[in-house]
T-cell receptor, first 112, second 111 residues
Framework: DAGVTQSPTHLIKTRGQHVTLRCSPI?????VSWYQQVLGQGPQFIFQ???????GRGNFPDRFSARQFPNYSSELNVNALLLGDSALYLC???????????FGQGTRLTVV | QKEVEQDPGPLSVPEGAIVSLNCTYS??????FMWYRQYSRKGPELLMY????GNKEDGRFTAQVDKSSKYISLFIRDSQPSDSATYLC???????????FGQGTRLTINP
């Protein structure tokens, strides 16, 4: 079985640009969460979606948005990129929102 | 004060040693406790998942939760060089959406 897949794996963007990151959950999983991991730190919660509805939002500015599609895949969008948005963006999938979370490989975003 | 505290290390031990990794937390609402292993530039891999207090064993790994002390541990027996990675503790409350992570402990097993 395929695990959580994220695309792209690496991305370089310029300040002020917009970025879209994509995630496909494990087959049968209905919940997707997004986390930001800055180098040397643990992941920080951004969003959780379950059954295509937002179920939780972390302490991130409105420049961050997400959505979940009918096939349970998800997109994370970040507008007006700042240098501080450079990080590893992780997607986690779980069968339901409260069960074990399995992470993808992440998308490494560099803002220059 | 952070909700979850974890010593970032680095921790270096010889091959075959028993490794003890720990986290403390302040939120008494946490009910689910996890340990993830993260290799450099990779996503976290779930190692152990426990609910409430007690011990759980899986091969060379043992997770312990002491809710009265707000303290969790991961023990690795017969450590191998392939265990060299960053170990992240994570926890969440009943019905909560988000995992709260520690900073991660960087572990090196020397052959």
């Amino acid at each position: 079985d395929a695990g959580v897949t994220q695309s792209p794996t690496h991305l370089i963007k310029t300040r002020g640009q917009h970025v879209t990151l994509r995630c496909s959950p494990i087959s049968g999983h209905k919940s997707v969460s997004w986390y930001q991991q800055v180098l040397g730190q643990g992941p920080q919660f951004i969003f959780q979606y379950y059954e295509k509805e937002e179920r939780g939002r972390g302490n991130f500015p409105d420049r961050f948005s997400a959505r979940q599609f009918p096939n349970y895949s998800s997109e994370l969008n970040v507008n007006a990129l700042l240098l501080g948005d450079s990080a590893l963006y992780l997607c986690a999938s779980s069968f339901r929102g409260w069960t074990e979370a399995f992470f993808g490989q992440g998308t490494r975003l560099t803002v220059v | 004060q952070k909700e979850v505290e974890q010593d970032p290390g680095p921790l270096s031990v010889p091959e075959g040693a028993i490794v003890s990794l720990n986290c403390t937390y302040s939120n008494s609402a946490f009910q689910y406790f996890m340990w993830y292993r993260q290799y450099s530039r990779k996503g976290p891999e779930l190692l152990m998942y426990t609910y409430s207090s007690g011990n759980k064993e899986d091969g060379r790994f043992t997770a312990q939760v002491d809710k009265s002390s707000k303290y969790i541990s991961l023990f690795i027996r017969d450590s191998q060089p392939s265990d060299s990675a960053t170990y992240l503790c994570a926890m969440k409350g009943q019905g909560a959406q988000k995992l709260v992570f520690g900073q991660g402990t960087r572990l090196t097993i020397n052959p």
